[in-house]
């Protein structure tokens, strides 16, 4: 590739030069054609000497425009930079997009080594680490449960730390409506669980709730959320089936409760193009498994169907932000499409396709299609407490687990 940063003349393709007499290497130095010699060679020992003589007289010519007009070759200057640093970035960009196909992600093993893979974890934390729970729930007391909204900032530290360190995705805030939620046992953490604005399009829940793609449809999805993240404390979720708890608990009274206090107290004004003036009471959950079905959500959640594979699974954080980048730098522009609810669908999604017009790079065949086929969950909100649905979760698959695992131990 060729660097003209540290050019003290104009490119080749800007100098008045027989491109037939002189080429340019990957270091940026200029060779005679016939002789391949630099052009610092002396002239005499090159049989085509007329094309040296013609180089530096041009050059001279060049010192003397440059001298009269530096403005003019600052511009110059920073039109080739940024296109050498643009092209670098398109092909980082280019090789990051690869490593998907490098990785068997037909199985889930192949699919776990990948994410793991663009995945980017945060140090450790001991003091966070000392509020996850370690012991086993043997005797349960429900006094002792209690769900915590993130309002504050140390809240909401907690929740990302243990959203990076405990799920396998990576992590970027959805646009749109988010509640985070804590849930704790005592003084112990148990897991998190996070709800978002549903996305606009997913055709097993849009059959299942016969929402068409019409005008309107954005009113109608105000009654439902996605929960983007439902994720136990590990061992303890595994030894005591915590990830349905955590399931279970989103379709609480209290969750409900919470999402019309912070949401529908003043209506979805900003919803595009309409103004809705009564609450819309929130009466779905609905959430997809990476895996296809999910062991978690079985026997919790209804089954509806799979998703199609179309998302941006295979594209790292670090990947998109370079995208966003190469936009600002050759368009002026990365923000095109907004992230407010309300204002389209996935803006994350949208910004990506423009990305791969505009480079190019969908003509090389890269896309949004992933083809990992999620399972598509729902559940209906319930008017049950937290505590209710807790006592529930214990008798009937927290005390099974663990008496199992007690007689295997035996």
């Not at 680490?129 to 729930?137: C, F, N, P, R």
């Not at 136990?232 to 005591?240: C, K």
């Not at 407010?340 to 996935?346: I, Q, R, V, Y």
Request: proline share 4%; aromatic share 10%; hydrophobic share 30%.
């Amino acid at each position: 590739m060729i660097n003209f940063i540290s050019q003290p003349f104009l490119p080749l393709s800007k100098m008045p030069i027989k491109n037939s007499g002189w080429a340019t290497t990957i270091d940026d130095k200029r060779v005679c054609r016939t002789c391949e010699k630099s052009r610092m060679a002396n002239p005499n020992d090159c049989s085509s000497s007329e094309h040296h003589d013609y180089y530096q007289k041009h050059m001279d010519s060049l010192q003397r425009f440059q001298a009269n007009n530096p403005s003019k070759q600052r511009s110059y200057d920073q039109k080739y930079r940024e296109k050498t640093v643009t092209t670098r970035l398109l092909e980082e960009i280019r090789s990051e997009l690869l490593e998907y196909s490098k990785f068997d992600v037909s199985s889930r093993e192949g699919l776990q080594e990948y994410l793991s893979h663009i995945k980017e974890g945060p140090p450790a934390d001991p003091q966070i680490d000392s509020m996850l729970i370690k012991e086993d729930m043997l005797v349960p007391d429900s006094s002792k449960f209690r769900l915590v909204f993130c309002e504050n900032e140390l809240d909401n530290k907690t929740w990302v730390y243990i959203r990076n360190q405990t799920s396998r995705l990576p992590y970027q805030k959805a646009p749109g409506r988010n509640i985070r939620i804590l849930v704790y046992y005592g003084g112990k953490i148990l897991g998190i669980i996070a709800l978002s604005s549903p996305v606009l399009r997913l055709g097993p829940r849009d059959d299942f709730l016969k929402l068409e793609n019409k005008q309107g449809k954005g009113l109608k999805l105000l009654s439902v959320v996605d929960m983007s993240a439902c994720v136990g404390v590990q061992p303890w979720a595994s030894r005591h089936n915590g990830g349905k708890l955590l399931a279970i608990l989103a379709t609480s009274k209290e969750v409900a409760d919470y999402y019309e206090t912070k949401y529908q107290s003043h209506g979805a004004k900003n919803l595009k193009s309409v103004e809705v003036k009564e609450k819309v009471p929130l009466k779905w959950i609905c959430t997809t498994s990476i895996y296809g079905k999910s062991i978690q959500y079985d026997r919790i959640y209804k089954f509806l169907g799979y998703s199609k594979g179309f998302g941006t699974l295979h594209i790292a954080n670090s990947t998109y932000d370079k995208m966003m980048k190469w936009v600002k730098m050759t368009h002026n522009d990365d923000s095109k499409f907004s992230n407010k609810w309300g204002d389209g669908a996935n803006s994350k999604m949208r910004r990506i396709t423009r990305f791969l017009r505009l480079s190019g790079l969908s003509k090389e065949n890269f896309s949004l299609v992933h083809g990992q086929r999620r399972g598509v969950y729902i559940h209906e909100v319930q008017n049950k407490t937290s505590q209710e649905l807790f006592d529930w979760w214990y008798g009937r698959w927290c005390r099974p687990r663990l008496d199992k695992m007690s007689s295997a131990n035996a």
